[in-house]
């Protein structure tokens, strides 16, 4: 899985600092994904279109990135050195795990359908457990007309060929993402591992090889990393015991301690709170899966 994951994204080395982390996350929350709409975040809404046979999501905060760049509203309607701008920083200062589905059709969607990649506020990808990417799911600016939409997914444009719009949700899904049976979402456990916003969002069911010499760790059946700003923050499941044995695990590994700094456990939420210090090296680090603190039991 690890060389195709990392075609997701274009990464390039950068590096921030800033204070630690203080304390220890709250308890992760024991109840299901059901929230109101004006507080589902971009991961939980795609959690919902995710079937149960997809392996690993990654989901992207377009307008995050943008809000950590300085960037008040990123959208179609700026001139076109303000977005190449944009995402020529966004590469290179955040931890966005993608470049875009849409960017490579964004000057003919700009010219035949008026919206392009700026105006995706957001974007899933969806993996099978050998690394291929089965599906995707954008979530649209409110601003943009689904309708309009759908006429370039009826023009064929791009990877919207034989997309689905969702006029309702002002979503647009693809393969394994429509009529998804069994979602991660709502009830599942592997839902409960997203809460909060971050510039980019991992999640998988499963675990990483071991490194030599591991010990300690309990069985992982799913973990996720969240990126945002200066932070990270992995979520193992609750009530785990072996946190600071992965966090010992991790500090061995000289790529993943540049990127991750310190480490702050939480045992009754499952939770491992990192100083993030390359957010682009963390994103290569996590679509790689070279991630030691989620390795499987030993």
């Keep these: 899985m690890a060389g195709l994951l990392i075609g997701a994204a274009a990464l390039t080395g950068c590096t921030s600092s800033s204070p630690a982390p203080q304390g220890q996350e709250p308890a992760a929350p024991q109840a299901t994904l059901t929230v109101s709409p004006d507080d589902t975040t971009p991961a939980q809404r795609a959690l919902a279109h995710v079937p149960g046979d997809v392996t690993a999501v990654t989901v992207t905060d377009f307008d995050r990135a943008a809000l950590q760049l300085g960037l008040e509203e990123l ?30 059709v964004g000057p003919q969607l700009l010219r035949d359908h008026s919206f392009a990649q700026e105006d995706v506020g957001w974007e899933a990808r969806l993996f099978d457990d050998q690394g291929q990417e089965v599906g995707w799911i954008l979530g649209l600016h409110t601003i943009i007309d689904p309708r309009a939409v759908q006429k370039a997914v009826d023009a064929g444009v791009g990877p919207l060929a034989d997309a689905v719009v969702d006029v309702d949700a002002g979503l647009v899904l693809s393969g394994a993402a429509v009529d998804a049976t069994d979602p991660w979402g709502d009830d599942d456990p592997t839902g409960m591992l997203v809460t909060g916003n971050a510039v980019g969002t991992y999640v998988e069911r499963g675990c990483v090889p071991a490194p030599a010499g591991a010990s300690g760790l309990e069985p992982l059946a799913a973990y996720s990393v969240a990126l945002e700003g200066t932070l990270a923050t992995v979520r193992l499941g609750t009530d785990r015991q072996d946190l600071f044995a992965r966090i010992a695990l991790a500090a061995e590994d000289e790529q993943v301690t540049k990127a991750f700094e310190g480490g702050v456990a939480d045992p009754g939420s499952g939770r491992i709170g990192y100083r993030l210090t390359d957010p682009v090296a963390a994103a290569e680090l996590t679509l790689r899966r070279a991630l030691p603190f989620a390795a499987c039991a030993d």
Aim: hydrophobic fraction near 30%; charge should be positive; charged fraction near 35%.
């Design 75 to 104: 959208s179609s309607d700026l001139p076109q050195r303000e977005r190449n701008d944009f995402w020529d920083r966004a590469r290179r200062q955040t931890a966005i795990l993608s470049d875009g589905l849409l960017r490579p």
